[in-house]
């Protein structure tokens, strides 16, 4: 359950008060201070809004600044196996075999509309995604 301390919010802007991000130091610098506060056991409610005021600050930069590929299909796939740090056992699930799993990433198979709605529930994406463009 998350605790209310009012004098918290001020304290956090004191310390590292919220401006606009403009260079990848103070992306580092203000991810460091979000990533501090999550990584605590607990969260106030000031704390959390704090939190979610500093990541719009880097949402607004990251959208202005860091490029972000245009992945579908297969190499979409690729990269979530790669960001989530999965092997091809864990797709096991939703091809059936992990010799399906491989063929799809080599690009020997397709994928099926069930594999489709598998891949977008496990990921929590659009089911569009895993279409080639």
Do not use: W
């Not at 004191?14 to 605590?40: C, G, H, W, Y």
């Not at 949402?59 to 979530?80: A, C, F, S, T």
Request: hydrophobic fraction near 40%.
């Amino acid at each position: 359950m998350l605790t209310s301390d009012p004098s918290c919010y001020l304290e956090l802007l004191r310390e590292f008060p919220p401006r606009p991000i403009k260079s990848d130091e103070d992306l580092m610098t203000t991810q460091a201070v979000i990533d501090t506060l999550l990584d605590a056991e607990k969260m106030t409610l000031e704390q959390r809004d704090y939190v979610n005021v500093l990541g719009i600050l880097v949402q607004e930069y990251e959208e202005r600044h860091v490029p972000i590929p245009d992945l579908r299909g297969v190499e979409l796939l690729k990269g979530l196996i790669d960001e989530f740090n999965l092997k091809q056992k864990d797709l096991v699930p939703i091809f059936k075999t992990e010799s399906i799993v491989s063929a799809v990433l080599n690009g020997q198979r397709r994928f099926t509309v069930g594999h489709i709605e598998k891949l977008a529930e496990f990921f929590h994406v659009p089911p569009s995604v895993f279409f080639d463009a």
